[in-house]
């Protein structure tokens, strides 16, 4: 996690691009050093971009031509694995919490979000790689208690050992693969092996893909993060 959390915007309203950009520019520990008006603008600059000036956040809104959020979150997942995405939208979430949950999406944040939720969401996101409120809690626990709603969330092939869920814990709790192997007394190889399998098994992309899966099948504690 760097000193400075560098946002990228990418929204197809204007007003909201300067709004945004406004919104953070008080905050000392956050910096918006990328916007977009559509998702192959973005996707462009990301791909001219040096190492060290990519973004750590992405900040997407859904509804946007030619290619909708949801377009551009896919390819990002596939190309950007570890870059961490905030939905923006004014649309109620419940008919796509799933479908964020499954695509790996940090936090979902209405466009109607008050000024603290915004940067409480970003500095959690950079801090712990999700993000959710109260609603989202409780729209989680919903989804815990429906079978069908779980298992349609992974593509889970094979349970999870008991070690690939101790594995599991201590990712969510950012641990790197070295602090991993000497909890569990395995070599940071090993831990790397583990996480790759994790990843197969469940049909994630990334680490926040893991730890939602944690949080949704009861692995590892909302009260945590």
Same mark, same amino acid.
Do not use: W
């Given at each position: 996690?760097?000193?400075?959390?560098?946002?990228?915007?990418?929204?197809?309203?204007?007003?909201?691009?300067?709004?945004?950009?406004?919104?953070?520019?008080?905050?000392?520990?956050?910096?918006?050093?990328?916007?977009?008006?559509?998702?192959?603008?973005?996707?462009?600059?990301? !791909?001219?971009?040096? !190492?060290?000036?990519?973004?750590?956040?992405?900040?997407?809104?859904?509804?946007?031509?030619?290619?909708?959020?949801?377009?551009?979150?896919?390819?990002?997942?596939?190309?950007?694995?570890?870059?961490?995405?905030?939905?923006?939208?004014?649309?109620?979430?419940?008919?796509?919490?799933?479908?964020?949950?499954?695509?790996?999406?940090?936090?979902?944040?209405?466009?109607?979000?008050?000024?603290?939720?915004?940067?409480?969401?970003?500095?959690?996101?950079?801090?712990?790689?999700?993000?959710?409120?109260?609603?989202?809690?409780?729209?989680?626990?919903?989804?815990?208690?429906?079978?069908?709603?779980?298992?349609?969330?992974?593509?889970?092939?094979?349970?999870?050992?008991?070690?690939?869920?101790?594995?599991?814990?201590?990712?969510?709790?950012?641990?790197?693969?070295?602090?991993?192997?000497?909890?569990?007394?395995?070599?940071?190889?090993?831990? !790397?092996?583990?996480?790759?399998?994790?990843?197969?098994?469940?049909?994630?992309?990334?680490?926040?893909?893991?730890?939602?899966?944690?949080?949704?099948?009861?692995?590892?504690?909302?009260?945590?993060?």
């Amino acid at each position: 996690m760097s000193s400075q959390i560098k946002i990228a915007l990418i929204d197809d309203e204007q007003l909201i691009l300067e709004g945004v950009k406004m919104l953070l520019s008080n905050e000392k520990n956050i910096s918006v050093s990328l916007t977009a008006d559509n998702g192959p603008d973005f996707i462009q600059q990301l !791909e001219q971009l040096q !190492e060290q000036d990519f973004p750590d956040i992405a900040l997407v809104d859904v509804q946007m031509k030619p290619m909708n959020g949801f377009e551009l979150v896919e390819i990002l997942k596939e190309k950007y694995p570890e870059l961490k995405i905030i939905i923006l939208s004014s649309h109620y979430k419940t008919s796509i919490l799933g479908y964020m949950v499954k695509l790996g999406v940090s936090a979902f944040l209405p466009k109607n979000s008050n000024k603290k939720t915004f940067i409480e969401a970003i500095t959690m996101v950079d801090k712990n790689g999700v993000y959710f409120t109260a609603e989202d809690h409780q729209m989680l626990f919903t989804y815990m208690n429906s079978s069908a709603k779980k298992n349609s969330l992974f593509d889970t092939e094979d349970e999870l050992s008991e070690r690939e869920k101790d594995v599991v814990k201590l990712i969510c709790q950012e641990f790197t693969n070295n602090e991993i192997g000497e909890k569990l007394f395995i070599s940071p190889r090993t831990v !790397e092996s583990h996480r790759q399998r994790i990843l197969e098994k469940i049909g994630a992309k990334n680490t926040v893909g893991i730890v939602i899966y944690a949080i949704v099948n009861n692995i590892y504690s909302l009260e945590k993060i």
